[in-house]
T-cell receptor, first 113, second 117 residues
Framework: KQEVTQIPAALSVPEGENLVLNCSFTDSAIYNLQWFRQDPGKGLTSLLLIQSSQREQTSGRLNASLDKSSGRSTLYIAASQPGDSATYLCAALSSGSARQLTFGSGTQLTVLP | GAVVSQHPSWVICKSGTSVKIECRSLDFQATTMFWYRQFPKQSLMLMATSNEGSKATYEQGVEKDKFLINHASLTLSTLTVTSAHPEDSSFYIC?????????????FGPGTRLTVL
């Protein structure tokens, strides 16, 4: 059974810092890996999706990498802003017939002005 | 594109009543929809997977007679929490997968906050 872990659980940084959020998964047989943002009491906003054949994806100040063999993904946020404060979730989509999405527990990010 | 809506966004009900939550894919067809539950400070846990026109597949520990799922069309799935109790209070999020999509991407609704008094 796939298990997804995110470290750290919470992170507080001053505005302008570059930061890295980590995600690890136990079963490397994934179809893709997705990063989401969740604001308090809200649903999920998809940030980046990396297919299993890809190494990284970029969108604006965000860059996500994927290393399937080691079961790791990172989300890099450049020049952080207070508006980036949210919980960031990673989720791995299994490549079996069930195609099930397994979520990590999230990293709660606070960017201080 | 690829917008998923949920209704209602929040609901408060008395213990013992039933509550229906709707999930719609607004601009695409979804043969598969998913229902998740999220307790405070926790991640999303998959409750069930529903395929249009067939019975839903429930995850271990989820009571199918309590959480009734109907996926009657390619754009609508409903979750009914029957005889709700305070422990059912949670944030329920649905998602939909694009039919025939190559990316296997799931799109998520904004969630429904259920509070059972």
């Amino acid at each position: 059974k796939q298990e997804v872990t995110q470290i750290p659980a919470a992170l507080s940084v001053p505005e302008g810092e570059n930061l890295v959020l980590n995600c690890s998964f136990t079963d490397s047989a994934i179809y893709n890996l997705q990063w989401f943002r969740q604001d308090p009491g809200k649903g999920l906003t998809s940030l980046l999706l990396i297919q299993s054949s890809q190494r990284e994806q970029t969108s604006g100040r965000l860059n996500a990498s994927l290393d399937k063999s080691s079961g790791r993904s990172t989300l890099y946020i450049a020049a952080s802003q207070p508006g980036d404060s949210a919980t960031y979730l990673c989720a791995a989509l299994s490549s079996g017939s069930a195609r099930q999405l397994t979520f990590g527990s999230g990293t709660q990010l606070t960017v201080l002005p | 594109g690829a917008v998923v809506s949920q209704h209602p966004s929040w609901v408060i009900c008395k213990s013992g009543t039933s509550v229906k939550i709707e999930c719609r894919s607004l601009d695409f067809q979804a043969t598969t929809m998913f229902w998740y539950r999220q307790f405070p400070k926790q991640s999303l846990m998959l409750m069930a997977t529903s395929n249009e026109g067939s019975k839903a597949t429930y995850e271990q520990g989820v009571e199918k007679d309590k959480f009734l799922i109907n996926h009657a069309s390619l754009t609508l799935s409903t979750l009914t929490v029957t005889s709700a109790h305070p422990e059912d209070s949670s944030f329920y999020i649905c998602s939909a997968r694009v039919s025939g999509g190559r990316r296997n991407e799931q799109f998520f609704g904004p969630g429904t906050r259920l509070t059972v008094l």
